[in-house]
T-cell receptor, first 109, second 115 residues
Framework: QKEVEQNSGPLSVPEGAIASLNCTYS??????FFWYRQYSGKSPELIMS????GDKEDGRFTAQLNKASQYVSLLIRDSQPSDSATYLC?????????FGAGTTVTVRA | NAGVTQTPKFQVLKTGQSMTLQCAQD?????MYWYRQDPGMGLRLIYY???????DKGEVPNGYNVSRLNKREFSLRLESAAPSQTSVYFC??????????????FGNGTRLTVT
């Protein structure tokens, strides 16, 4: 079992819709959770971090964390073509940070 | 503010050749990392350094060596390149000394092809 798993996608959503990305992790003791966005041919950039159960909102992005079920999700509201990218989930366990393989999102106009 | 700067951006090597990837950060971060990214594999940690003078192996260290020259610079060396090392390499830094203790800031990447 991979330490961090994401739906590989691609996920195609119409402009203005909600894109929902999921991430599950295996280390029950994980403490910190991050979402990075990576445009094609570019480097990852942090868009959200979440550390406690519940929702965290930042503009059109909402991260949701459920430690009991060991999943973290990212919602992108009012999706725009500029949101087309690969989204990487990263999870910090006791001593290391692990990345998922990423979910590619395409927002169609 | 340049952030994390990597050189070179592109490199083509023949099998058996050696090269060093350079990385420097100007954010006064404690930790620095080298990752490789392959299609469908996500980011895999090669080596990291929690502070100057210390380095630790990550998930895929074989075939690589690193040097934390000072707080700013962290280099990655391929002594004898192999086609399996064809990849995109990212350097990153973070404020915290512990992996994942604070968000990572990435360089622009080096696209390496080994023929």
């Amino acid at each position: 079992q991979k330490e961090v798993e994401q739906n590989s996608g691609p996920l195609s959503v119409p402009e203005g819709a909600i894109a929902s990305l999921n991430c599950t992790y295996s280390d029950r003791g994980s403490q910190s959770f991050f979402w990075y966005r990576q445009y094609s041919g570019k480097s990852p950039e942090l868009i959200m971090s979440i550390y406690s159960n519940g929702d965290k909102e930042d503009g059109r992005f909402t991260a949701q964390l459920n430690k009991a079920s060991q999943y973290v999700s990212l919602l992108i509201r009012d999706s725009q073509p500029s949101d087309s990218a690969t989204y990487l989930c990263a999870v910090k366990g006791d001593y290391k940070l692990s990345f998922g393989a990423g979910t590619t999102v395409t927002v169609r106009a | 503010n340049a952030g994390v700067t990597q050189t070179p951006k592109f490199q083509v090597l023949k099998t058996g050749q050696s090269m060093t990837l350079q990385c420097a950060q100007d954010m006064n971060h404690n930790s620095m990392y080298w990752y490789r990214q392959d299609p469908g594999m996500g980011l895999r940690l090669i080596y990291y350094s929690a502070s100057e003078g210390t380095t630790d192996k990550g998930e895929v260290p074989n075939g690589y060596n690193v040097s934390r020259l000072n707080k700013r610079e962290f280099s990655l060396r391929l002594e004898s390149a192999a086609p399996s090392q064809t990849s995109v390499y990212f350097c990153a830094s973070s404020e915290a000394r512990r992996q994942g203790g604070s968000p990572l800031h990435f360089g622009n990447g080096t696209r390496l092809t080994v023929t």
